[in-house]
T-cell receptor
C-alpha cells in the first residue's frame, strides 16, 4: 500500500518561531489533507490540498504532487498550535476512498 | 465544512460488556464512513469501511466479530465493540467524505476504557 512519511517526528519550538512540517508519500494521490489533533483527540481539518498552495492565516500548505510531497508552514507559532499534525492521503485510483495517515509530527510550542 | 458527530466522547465499561459508538453525518449523506483506531502517541489506523446497506469491509487483522459495524442509513454508522477487554481500550474515531467525495471530515472521537 501507499506509504506516508512525516518529518520531523517531534518538534519543540519557542513561541513566535516558524516551522515547516513535511509529508512524503510513495504513490500518486488524489487527495491530501493536513489535520491538527488537539490534546482532546479531536482532528481539525487544516487543509485539503492535493496540489498547489493554500493559506489560512498563519498556516499555509504546499503540495507538489509530481514530486510526492507536501509541506505545512506554521508562522509565528502560538502555544495553542501545540499538538500532533497529521498528513493523510487517498491513493489515486483507490475506489474505496480510504484515507491513510502518516505517523504525525508532534509539535510543542513553549511559552 | 461538513459536520460529523460521534457519540459518546468517552466511555468506561467492564470487561465482557459491549459498547456501541455512533457516528452521524449531520448535514450531508454519507454512503461510506470509515472507522479508525488510535493507540496512545500513535497514528490513526483504519479499521474498516462502513458501507450503507451492505457489509462493512474490514482491514487485515481486524476481527469482524469483535468490531461489529452497521450502516443502516445514509447518515448513521455504528461501531459495536463486543465482549470488550482491556486491550480494546483505545481512541476510536469515524470519518466520512463530503458529498463530493473529496475532503474527509472526522467525528470528535470516542475514548474507550475497559476495566
Amino acid at each position: 500500500g501507499i506509504q506516508v512519511e512525516q518529518s520531523p517526528p517531534d518538534l519543540i519550538l519557542q513561541e513566535g518561531a516558524n516551522s515547516t512540517l513535511r509529508c512524503n508519500f510513495s504513490d500518486s494521490v488524489n487527495n491530501l489533507q493536513w489535520f491538527h489533533q488537539n490534546p482532546w483527540g479531536q482532528l481539525i481539518n487544516l487543509f485539503y490540498i492535493p496540489s498547489g498552495t493554500k493559506q489560512n492565516g498563519r498556516l499555509s500548505a504546499t503540495t507538489v504532487a509530481t514530486e510526492r510531497y507536501s509541506l505545512l508552514y506554521i508562522s509565528s507559532s502560538q502555544t495553542t498550535d501545540s499538538g500532533v499534525y497529521f498528513c493523510a492521503v487517498e491513493k489515486s485510483g483507490d475506489r474505496d476512498d480510504k484515507i491513510i495517515f502518516g505517523k504525525g509530527t508532534r509539535l510543542h510550542i513553549l511559552p | 465544512g461538513a459536520v460529523v458527530s460521534q457519540h459518546p466522547s468517552r466511555v468506561i465499561c467492564k470487561s465482557g460488556t459491549s459498547v456501541k459508538i455512533e457516528c452521524r453525518s449531520l448535514d450531508f449523506q454519507a454512503t461510506t464512513m470509515f472507522w479508525y483506531r488510535q493507540f496512545p502517541k500513535q497514528s490513526l489506523m483504519l479499521m474498516a469501511t462502513s458501507n450503507e446497506g451492505s457489509k462493512a469491509t474490514y482491514e487485515q487483522g481486524v476481527e469482524k466479530d469483535k468490531f461489529l459495524i452497521n450502516h443502516a442509513s445514509l447518515t448513521l454508522s455504528t461501531l459495536t465493540v463486543t465482549s470488550a477487554h482491556p486491550e480494546d481500550s483505545s481512541f476510536y474515531i469515524c470519518s466520512a467524505p463530503d458529498s463530493m467525495n473529496t475532503e474527509a471530515f472526522f467525528g470528535q472521537g470516542t475514548r474507550l476504557t475497559v476495566v
